[in-house]
């Protein structure tokens, strides 16, 4: 019988915005705690909010091994490491209230015809797994996620548009930066013409939409089953080499756990599962793994009061050397600010309207598009018209990424 424990903390204060001033502010300082029992090829689990009584939650866990939860996977053993990235974030709540009220005077000094709303975020965390087999895994976090959308007054739209920032530092220019440069040229309309031609489309590589059938068909139980599209291919280059798919655990550049929820830790703290377009595994837990043969991803889900399960959180494409203006090479594209709505078909063609998007010639921003479709299918979004995937270049330390593919784009004849 071994006993573990993982837990999870999160601080939080939460500063609502409405009608581009402050309404509220919310703190918030939760623990989550699970026990886990394993025993004989099963799991017993018990988990707890806040205050918790270890021996009585112990106990909880032990009877819960009477349902016969399989799970046959060895613990992970003799692992210790700590992250701490806490001391990147120096600010307390009032400094974070006041630089960010001082943004919001200043984008509406600057844009007065713009309303600004939404949620500014200082998160600080502590995830820990521990048990009786010597392993020992903590990360500490603190940074800030400002998410700030905008709806110009004169506008029918619920929101025009929006800006995101997260990173370990509040820079006053560098978030006036990322939340102004939509507004700026907002009122630019930029007509669109080139009806059935391929276009760039500039697409935010941590968006999990564009990459839907990776994530559904690249499970380790959909694959090994022969449900997914991918289901046998192992070891075919199906895709351009210069596209990489990985499980991306850095904690320092992704925001991601270096550890899952199984305590499994990666070298290098990445997992590559499409390596220059060849397939080479499907993302897995310790338990599907198992069954099929597979690697271990690391791509177990952390979660307090449940067994751990795949999960897509982590998956991303992995950025090249290039920049998003040396990708473009000159030609225009389309930055796809907001596109919601898409879907895959089973057999990997794809199609998603754009509600918000404007014209990019690889250094300035030309004007806003009116709305917007693309389509393709699977194989060509990451074969013959993948681009490439490029780091975001706005601000140092965070972290997205500028995936790049040639789409069919059409103009749909409204302006939003």
């Given at each position: 019988m071994i006993k573990e424990i993982v837990s999870t903390k999160e601080k939080k204060t939460s500063l609502t915005v409405t009608n581009s001033e402050i309404s509220a502010v919310l703190r918030s300082n939760t623990q989550k705690t699970g026990i886990r029992i394993y025993d004989n090829g099963c799991l017993g689990i018990a988990g707890a909010?806040?205050?918790?009584?270890?021996?009585?939650?112990?106990?909880?866990?032990?009877?819960?091994l009477k349902f016969k939860l399989p799970y046959d996977c060895a613990v992970t053993s003799d692992m210790q490491r700590c992250v701490d990235l806490t001391g990147k974030l120096d600010m307390t709540d009032e400094q974070f209230a006041d630089t960010s009220g001082k943004v919001l005077e200043a984008l509406c000094e600057?844009?007065?015809?713009?309303?600004?709303?939404?949620?500014?975020n200082m998160v600080e965390t502590e995830d820990s797994l521990r048990n009786e087999t010597g392993t020992a895994l903590i990360q500490k976090d603190k940074y800030v996620e400002l998410l700030l959308l905008f709806k110009h007054k004169e506008s029918n739209s619920l929101m025009d548009g929006f800006g995101a920032v997260v990173c370990r530092y509040m820079d006053f220019d560098v978030i006036m930066k990322e939340m102004s440069w939509?507004?700026?040229?907002y009122e630019e309309k930029v007509d669109f013409s080139e009806e059935n031609e391929k276009i760039p489309v500039v697409l935010f590589g941590t968006q999990h939409e564009f990459l839907m059938k990776f994530l559904t068909d690249?499970?380790?139980?959909e694959f090994g089953n022969g449900a997914s599209l991918f289901s046998g291919k192992t070891g075919e280059r199906l895709f351009n080499d210069k596209f990489s798919l990985i499980v991306d655990r850095n904690a320092d550049m992704s925001f991601s756990r270096f550890f899952d929820g199984e305590g499994t830790v990666l070298s290098g703290d990445r997992f590559t599962l499409i390596e220059n377009g060849v397939l080479k595994a499907p993302f897995t837990d310790k338990r599907i793994a198992g069954k099929y043969g597979f690697p271990t991803t690391g791509s177990a889900s952390l979660v307090f009061d449940s067994a751990p399960a795949a999960t897509s959180a982590?998956?991303?494409?992995?950025?090249?050397?290039?920049t998003l203006k040396e990708l473009l090479d000159g030609r225009k594209a389309i930055i796809a600010v907001a596109a919601s709505g898409g879907d895959f078909t089973p057999q990997g063609e794809y199609a998603s309207p754009i509600q918000a998007a404007y014209m990019f010639d690889g250094e300035n921003y030309l004007g806003r598009l009116p709305q917007l479709s693309m389509s393709s299918n699977i194989y060509d979004m990451f074969g013959k018209d993948y681009i490439g995937t490029a780091p975001y270049g706005s601000y140092a330390g965070n972290p997205f990424s500028y995936l790049v593919v040639d789409m069919n784009v059409r103009k749909i004849d409204t302006w939003l």
């Open positions: 909010i806040g205050a918790y009584n270890e021996d009585e939650l112990t106990k909880n866990a032990k009877h819960m600057k844009f007065p015809k713009f309303m600004f709303s939404h949620k500014l939509q507004c700026q040229v690249l499970e380790g139980n982590s998956i991303v494409p992995a950025c090249g050397d290039k």
